[in-house]
Nanobody, 112 residues
Framework: QEQLRESGGGLVQAGGSLRLSCAAS????????MDWWRQAPGKEREFVAS????????YSDSVKGRFTIFRTYSKNGGVELQMNSLKPEDTAIYYC?????WGQGTQVTVSS
């Protein structure tokens, strides 16, 4: 069964850092474009970051300069998200997605 699985979420104080991981299984995602999205309580899901086949990286304005997306080169592919200088407004469930597949998400909570 093809899937993406996120990990690395947790509770952190404002100004802290977390690194999220997204591991693929069941099929090879290889160098496919991969995104991170997030959804805060009561809000719509929003784009966070993406990396394309030629390693170009794109970020939302709200995270630019604080978050960095990395591709991992594990057996089936994957992606990570380094999050620094976290703010309470970064609190959300973070999802990775690629070629129409979505993971189940990992909760990130930033306390003030």
């Amino acid at each position: 069964q093809e899937q993406l699985r996120e990990s690395g979420g947790g509770l952190v104080q404002a100004g802290g850092s977390l690194r999220l991981s997204c591991a693929a299984s069941g099929r090879t995602f290889g160098d496919a474009k991969m995104d991170w999205w997030r959804q805060a309580p009561g809000k719509e899901r929003e784009f966070v970051a993406s990396i394309n086949r030629v390693e170009n990286k794109y970020y939302s304005d709200s995270v630019k300069g604080r978050f960095t997306i990395f591709r991992t080169y594990s057996k089936n592919g994957g992606v990570e998200l380094q999050m620094n200088s976290l703010k309470p407004e970064d609190t959300a469930i973070y999802y990775c997605t690629s070629v129409g597949y979505w993971g189940q998400g990992t909760q990130v909570t930033v306390s003030s």
